[in-house]
């Protein structure tokens, strides 16, 4: 789930949400699609995200489609040896097929990423962070590689681009201003010529 976060900039809710039924595996889009929503007494909801925008596909990294595929073969075996144990299903027998959820097939609650990566940071003696800042990381990634905002802006499921230009303008001018210093090289080393010249 931490490399998810990392590679497509999804929310929390969205990695809970995702059956795997959203991945298409020849194209290595996820389709973002549906919002699962835990009620007072404990029932699953599923159903659509109240945005078009939230609505979106996510292209993902080959290699972590294919640890993907490893991921999903060790589930299939889980899934196996519980057999009517299995409890993937709600109150009116639908089936659910998460991909990150209990071994038993039923859901995470909404606080159990945090919980985990939490726990997970302090045991590695990392700098603290919120998991919901993998999401941050992931854009700030992309700009410092360059990507167009527009894309960051389809990719993270904002409104507009300008909600992602107010959250990560920063960055952005950041990126922009390591960009104009990459022709230091052209015209340092034409004044270096000019300076030769002068001298020789």
Same mark, same amino acid.
């Given at each position: 789930m931490v490399t998810w976060a990392l590679t497509t900039g999804m929310r929390r809710g969205e990695l809970l949400d995702l059956e795997w039924k959203h991945i298409?595996?020849?194209?290595?889009?996820i389709d973002v699609s549906q919002t699962l929503v835990q009620a007072l007494k404990g029932e699953i909801i599923v159903k659509e995200p109240k945005t078009k925008n939230t609505q979106?596909?996510? %292209?993902i990294p080959g290699s972590v489609l294919e640890e993907l595929r490893e991921y999903y073969a060790s589930?299939?075996?889980e899934r196996d040896k519980l057999k009517d144990a299995w409890n993937g299903k709600d109150r009116e027998g639908r089936e659910w097929n998460f991909i990150f959820?209990?071994?038993?097939?039923?859901?995470?609650?909404?606080?159990?990423?945090?919980l985990w990566f939490r726990q997970f940071i302090k045991k590695n003696g990392m700098r603290y962070i919120r998991f919901h800042d993998l999401r941050h990381t992931s854009a700030t990634l992309l700009i410092n590689q360059?990507?167009?905002a527009k894309i960051i %802006?389809?990719?993270?499921g904002h409104g507009n681009i300008t909600t992602t230009m107010n959250i990560y303008g920063h960055s952005l001018r950041s990126a922009d201003q390591a960009a104009a210093e990459k022709f230091d090289f052209l015209f340092s080393s034409r004044k270096e010529k000019q300076e030769k010249k002068t001298l020789g």
């Open positions: 298409d595996w020849k194209t290595d889009v979106r596909k996510v %292209s589930r299939v075996k959820s209990h071994v038993d097939g039923t859901p995470f609650h909404h606080k159990r990423p945090y360059g990507v167009h %802006s389809e990719r993270l």
